[in-house]
């Protein structure tokens, strides 16, 4: 009976020492960042397009300006194209495509907008596992938006 109790003591305190060791070893390796810009940013914009993060890239606010005008196009289909390419351009620029996204929060100025956001919005992306979302009302968008898109992903 003594045996058992002294090896019970022995294997509990060696287990306990390990224990202790290893959760005072572990080393936190905090994940570097990186800002991703496209070549047209204004070096005035308060904010990067996105900052990578590890294998995570957090990717700003984006509205689908006609480059010419600074504005939101007529047409919204092609403000949706324009808001989308962008956004398909800066994950290119972190190796990443539409793919790797698993969050996206679009705001819409117009609700009655959300079914020709949709197919526009599913064409970009090949596979059939859509990353999470939310479609939000929202107020007035700068320089005459309808849509502001932000989003996560995380390189496959």
Known sequence: ???RISFLVVVLA????LTLQ?????V???PTRKAINLPEKSAQAPFSDAILAGNTLYLAGRIGLDPKTGKAPEKIEDEIKLLLD???EVLAQAGMTMDDLVYVQIACTDLSLFEKFNPIYKS???TKDLPAREFIGAGSLLRGGHFELQ???VKK
């Not at 060696?14 to 020492?17: D, L, P, T």
């Open 86 to 88: 962008g956004d398909k």
């Open 1 to 3: 009976m003594n045996r």
């Open 14 to 17: 060696v287990g306990g020492i």
């Open 22 to 26: 290893g959760a005072f070893s572990q």
């Open 151 to 153: 989003a996560i992903a």
């Open 124 to 126: 970009y992306f090949t």
């Open 28 to 30: 936190t390796i905090q």
